[in-house]
């Protein structure tokens, strides 16, 4: 019956968030960013003194508190199984946490500030990291196992730098973007670059995001416009700097408003861009490229978004913004 229940929400009516349903419950510390689990059944939320909550999305209770680190907490991602926990610190430490004990299963100190940290979406051993200014290097939860940096020593990388950096949702390839706005592909298998695209202009991409559904990627580039690219069309693109053009591109024409992060339905159906500037999330329906809604919430406005992410199967968006985590939903 309850699976039965599940397939009924997901299945008829809209699939966006319309209204605010409530927030969760942290014990009152300052929330930095948030994780859903594949299932949508835990939540994972990121605080400002470095504990990571782990929070039943059903009950919207705190099953278990992890000290993870001593800065704030500003990157989380699950491992497969969802037995581990990735999260990375303004603290320079990238940490993976054995949910049932708490305990730290692996630490690294990475010495300057990490702007990614993934857990590869087919393999709980393998994770990606990406420092400021530095390479994205491949990691193992093993100690053990060396750490493999992707080669960008490429002509065509000359003053330009990674600036974000993604798994495609089957884990075979690595996503980057640059300060320039490139897109370079790469085999997680061979760490060989396998494409370069060029866009049609140099705004830095500032966030990949990958659709749990579908072939396809979304950019979130400086110029303030998110773009969504065939990712087919990336990898076959080869390692001459291609010019590709992004199958749609969506942007607040009218006030030209800059997004802090994007996310979207599990189906890519709906695409949310999440404002810097102010607490609002805009969403697209995809197939027609409509904004369709604006969601806002009065008592936080002129507050700046932190994060947003989406339920893996449901229309719910969590955002937070001054620290609290807000649910949206139908």
Same mark, same amino acid.
């Given at each position: 019956q309850m699976i039965s229940s599940v397939l009924l929400q997901?299945?008829?009516?809209?699939?966006?968030?319309?209204?605010?349903?409530?927030?969760?419950?942290?014990?009152?510390? $300052?929330?930095?960013?948030?994780?859903?689990?594949?299932?949508?059944?835990?939540?994972?939320? #990121?605080?400002?003194?470095?504990?990571?909550?782990?929070?039943?999305?059903?009950?919207?209770?705190?099953?278990?508190?992890?000290?993870?680190?001593?800065?704030?907490?500003?990157?989380?991602?699950?491992?497969?199984?969802?037995?581990? $926990?990735?999260s990375a610190s303004v603290d320079m430490t990238c940490s993976v946490l054995d949910v049932l004990s708490g305990h730290s299963t692996r630490q690294l100190l990475l010495f300057d500030r990490i702007v990614s940290a993934q857990f590869n979406p087919r393999d709980d051993?393998?994770?990606?990291v990406l420092t400021l200014g530095g390479r994205p290097s491949l990691e193992s939860t093993s100690p053990d196992v060396e750490s493999k940096q992707l080669s960008i020593s490429h002509r065509r990388m000359k003053d330009d730098a990674v600036s974000c950096v993604?798994?495609?949702?089957?884990?075979?390839?690595?996503?980057?973007?640059?300060?320039?706005?490139?897109?370079?592909?790469?085999e997680v298998k061979t760490q060989k670059l396998k494409s370069i695209v060029h866009q049609s202009n140099e705004w830095q991409v500032n966030?990949?995001?990958v659709p749990r559904r579908g072939c396809t990627i979304l950019t979130n580039s400086q110029d303030r416009a998110?773009?969504?690219?065939?990712?087919?069309?990336?990898?076959?693109?080869?390692?001459?700097?291609?010019?590709?053009?992004?199958?749609?591109?969506?942007?607040?024409?009218?006030?030209?408003?800059?997004?802090?992060?994007?996310?979207?339905?599990?189906? #890519?159906?709906? $695409?949310?861009?999440?404002?810097?500037e102010a607490y609002s999330l805009y969403i697209w329906d995809r197939p027609s490229g409509e904004l369709i809604t604006m969601l806002q919430l009065?008592?936080?406005?002129?507050?700046?978004?932190?994060?947003?992410?989406?339920?893996?199967?449901?229309?719910v968006i969590l955002s937070i913004g001054n620290g609290i985590v807000s649910v949206w939903a139908r």
């Amino acid at each position: 019956q309850m699976i039965s229940s599940v397939l009924l929400q997901s299945d008829f009516g809209e699939h966006y968030p319309e209204e605010i349903d409530g927030t969760l419950n942290i014990q009152g510390e $300052i929330a930095t960013c948030c994780k859903f689990n594949r299932w949508g059944s835990l939540v994972a939320v #990121g605080c400002q003194i470095g504990h990571v909550y782990i929070v039943d999305f059903l009950t919207r209770g705190v099953v278990k508190k992890i000290p993870a680190h001593v800065g704030p907490v500003s990157n989380l991602s699950w491992s497969r199984d969802g037995r581990s $926990i990735l999260s990375a610190s303004v603290d320079m430490t990238c940490s993976v946490l054995d949910v049932l004990s708490g305990h730290s299963t692996r630490q690294l100190l990475l010495f300057d500030r990490i702007v990614s940290a993934q857990f590869n979406p087919r393999d709980d051993k393998q994770f990606l990291v990406l420092t400021l200014g530095g390479r994205p290097s491949l990691e193992s939860t093993s100690p053990d196992v060396e750490s493999k940096q992707l080669s960008i020593s490429h002509r065509r990388m000359k003053d330009d730098a990674v600036s974000c950096v993604a798994f495609d949702r089957r884990g075979k390839y690595v996503i980057c973007g640059t300060s320039l706005g490139q897109i370079l592909v790469y085999e997680v298998k061979t760490q060989k670059l396998k494409s370069i695209v060029h866009q049609s202009n140099e705004w830095q991409v500032n966030k990949i995001v990958v659709p749990r559904r579908g072939c396809t990627i979304l950019t979130n580039s400086q110029d303030r416009a998110v773009r969504r690219f065939d990712l087919d069309e990336l990898v076959s693109a080869g390692r001459k700097g291609k010019k590709v053009e992004p199958v749609q591109k969506l942007s607040d024409i009218i006030d030209r408003t800059a997004w802090k992060t994007v996310c979207c339905s599990r189906d #890519g159906e709906f $695409i949310c861009g999440a404002t810097t500037e102010a607490y609002s999330l805009y969403i697209w329906d995809r197939p027609s490229g409509e904004l369709i809604t604006m969601l806002q919430l009065q008592e936080l406005k002129g507050e700046a978004l932190q994060d947003a992410q989406w339920h893996p199967t449901k229309a719910v968006i969590l955002s937070i913004g001054n620290g609290i985590v807000s649910v949206w939903a139908r």
